[in-house]
């Protein structure tokens, strides 16, 4: 069973940045994907920021231009800078990693920015 084990959430005044951080316990240079999701209290799960196998990325237009997707293949690890967070951030973050065939999720790290 493949485990993703997440870091670096916390709390932040708004326009605070934070990283947050994703190992895998396997390699993911065959991974389609990894990203974060973000799920705040009574809201649905959305996509944050994806990077496929390629280095190509995805945002949210939430977080486009202050959030930033990188993967290290090396270290099998996924991190999200995120600056100039906002109060709207404030949700449960997500790592989720794709295989053809199967996917995993994270535990969660909670990110609170205050106003």
């Known amino acids: 069973q493949v485990q993703l084990v997440e870091s670096g959430g916390g709390w932040v005044q708004a326009g605070g940045s934070l990283r947050l951080s994703c190992g895998a316990s396997t390699s993911i240079l065959s991974a389609k994907g990894m990203g974060w999701y973000r799920q705040a209290p009574g809201k649905q799960r959305e996509l944050v920021a994806i990077?496929?196998?390629?280095?190509?990325?995805n945002y949210a237009d939430s977080v486009k231009g202050r959030f930033t997707i990188s993967r290290d293949n090396a270290k099998n690890t996924v991190h999200l800078q995120m600056n100039s967070l906002k109060p709207e951030d404030t949700a449960t973050y997500y790592c989720h990693l794709e295989f053809i065939l199967e996917s995993y999720w994270g535990q969660g790290t909670q990110v609170t920015v205050s106003s």
């Open positions: 990077i496929t196998i390629g280095g190509s990325t």
